[in-house]
Structures are given as C-alpha cells and as structure tokens.
C-alpha cells in the first residue's frame, strides 16, 4: 500500500514568507495532481510555540542561520516560522488539503526542533506517524514538499529506519541549500537507502 507523505506545505516556506524556500510555490500544483495517485495522503505541518527554541530570536545575539549545539546535538537557528495558529503557519492556499487522510503537526515542544514527520530531532521521541502507517498497512512511502534538504529528508531517512521503502519525488521538492545542505541531504539519502526518482 502506497502513501504520499506531504512535507510541509506552509505560508511560511513559500516565497514571501518568513523562511521562503525559493520556488516553493511551484510544487503546489504538482503535488495537489499527484494525491489521486495514492492509496493515503498524509501531510505535515510545522507548528512551533512562538518561543521556540529553534529559532534565532530565542537566542539573544545569535544570527539567523548559525548552528548551536543542543543537548540532543547540532540545530540551525532559523528564522521564527510556522508560529502556531499564524497566517504564516497555514497551509498553502492552492493545496488540496481537503483531500488527506491525516495531518501530522510537529516542532510543538518549545526545547526541541522536529525536521522529521517520525522522530524529533533527538531522534527518540516518536511523533506516531510510524504507527498509522503500518496499521493501514503502508509499505511504500513517497515523499515531496518542503524543504528538500531538512525536513523532507529527515523523514525520508526516517521512513527508512522504520523499515518502510522511501523515494523522495524531486521534482517536488525545493531545497533552502544552506553551505551545500541540498547535495549533503542527496548524499545521506542514497546512503539510507532513500529512493531519489
Ligand atoms: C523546516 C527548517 C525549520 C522544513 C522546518 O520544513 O524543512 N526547515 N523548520
Ligand atoms: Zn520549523
């Protein structure tokens, strides 16, 4: 059984929102014409606590951009996005939303980022999208959305951790390609085993 597994599709990850994917508006159209396609359709909302600690301002003096070191390792600090309940945390208006089975929101814990749909980025705190999948009986994960080398990545390599097949839809996607992010993510896809079509 295959599901279409819709990474982040946000206000927010479009051009003029607050952390704009370039091109991330192209791939609505794409995305929305590929859903009849699948036997499930599950998308991800990024949905952080206005104080999250992944983001810059949380951080006073600390740029947009920089990496810091966690307790659970390495984070970025991003741009404040996806603040919960804000029009920047809305799905993208042209995205068929209507048409999926689940929504998964994540990031809600203010000490911890979570890029994957499966695992915060502790990667030991499930978020239970491992779960519904395999009681529907899915095997055969397909990937697309935003951002190609964050958060669709990191669930990607997690579909493979928790033994499920994994292709990654490139041409839907779009990467932020932060220091050559996009083709370090190609890299350790191919590495997990991730399917790049
Ligand atoms: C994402 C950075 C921060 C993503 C989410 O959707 O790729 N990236 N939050
Ligand atoms: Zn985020």
Redesign the pocket.
Known sequence: MRALII??M?VD?CPGGA?A?AGGDEIVDPINAMMGDYDAVVL?Q?W?PADHS?FAESHPGAAPFSTVTMDYGPQ?L?PA??VIGSAGAAFHPGLAVDRADLIVRK?LRRGI?S?SAFRENDRATPTGLAGYLREWGADDLHFV????????A?SAMDARHFGFDATVIEPATRA?DLNGSRDAARRAMQDAGVNLA
């Open positions: 990474i982040d946000q990850f952390l994917v991800t990024d952080h992944s970025v991003w996005h996806c990031g980022d890029y959305g935003l951002a190609h080398d964050f958060c669709v990191w932020i």
